[in-house]
């Protein structure tokens, strides 16, 4: 017990020390969609998505929309909680909302999930849920929705142009983004363990470099002021010569910002009420 209390207390630690903010999947079953059994079976499988691509996994049910549709409700649902794997610079997540309301399924992404997953992509994975919704098997919709998202989150589903170019991706930010945080052979979960020995390598350098400082340090006396004072003054003259100044502006275009919706090497995104950019699309069933 007490070993389990010191590792869970060095896990809080390390994790505030490397600004990594751990998050489980939740479940958010306002409709009551879903059986205690299958919910825990969904959680299970969302856990084991989120280790392999570094997004939180949320499922959300309702019944009462309150007059909004699923992209305001979604919205404002995520602007009064704090959701979002990894550090402030992450901040990824998707979700999973079913609307009983007003009959429809959306799917949001926050944080670098933005990013990572294209509008195509977003299409790709409601196909997914639909081969279950129309028979109202939530459960396989659900299980869908993990399989297609984990997908999408760590590949390029989509590597070819479309007719129109509009799904055209290029080696820049969007396949780094992949790299980063989608990559099955180079990502790997952290774990205690990993922060841990880091910390230790990380000790360990320290002495050894401070170590080194110690045994490069001289003792030996120090000469006094006769020493300085025998020798005689020299003064070396340097002056520095004023060239030119360049200035160099770079106009920064706004305009994807200040509207609602925008894009760029991810999917189009949209502003919340409350300030926060997410991503995302829905269907009606």
């Not at 052979?185 to 990380?202: A, G, Y």
């Not at 340090?217 to 005689?232: D, E, Q």
Request: overall charge negative.
């Amino acid at each position: 017990m007490r070993k389990a209390v010191i590792t869970a207390v060095m896990l809080v630690f390390f994790c505030i020390l490397c600004g990594f903010t751990p998050r489980m999947p939740e479940m958010f079953d306002g409709a009551d969609l879903f059986t205690a059994e299958e919910e825990e079976r969904l959680l299970e499988e969302a856990e084991k998505t989120e280790e392999r691509t570094r997004t939180q996994i949320i499922f959300l049910t309702y019944e009462d929309a309150g007059g909004r549709s699923a992209e305001k409700y979604t919205d404002d649902f995520c602007d009064d909680r704090e959701f979002g794997y990894g550090g402030d610079e992450e901040k990824a997540f998707m979700m999973l909302a079913i609307d009983m309301d007003n009959r429809e399924v959306y799917v949001k992404t926050g944080g670098t999930a933005i990013a990572r997953v294209t509008d195509r992509e977003i299409e790709y994975i409601l196909d997914g849920i639909f081969e279950w919704m129309p028979d109202g098997d939530y459960v396989r919709a659900a299980e869908a929705f993990l399989e297609a998202a984990e997908k999408a989150l760590e590949e390029d589903i989509f590597n070819e142009a479309s007719a129109d170019g509009e799904y055209e991706y290029d080696a820049g930010e969007r396949g780094q983004n992949r790299n980063d945080y989608g990559s099955k052979q180079e990502k790997e979960s952290v774990t205690v363990t990993d922060i841990f020995i880091r910390f230790l390598i990380s000790m360990a350098a320290g002495g050894t470099a401070v170590g080194l400082m110690l045994l490069r340090r001289k003792t030996g006396n120090r000469p006094g002021n006769a020493a300085y004072m025998a020798s005689s003054p020299r003064v070396i003259r340097r002056s520095d010569r004023y060239i030119n100044t360049t200035v160099v502006k770079t106009r920064i275009n706004t305009d994807k910002h200040s509207g609602s919706s925008g894009g760029g090497s991810g999917g189009s995104f949209h502003t919340s009420s409350g300030g926060s950019s997410y991503g995302g699309g829905g269907r009606s069933f």
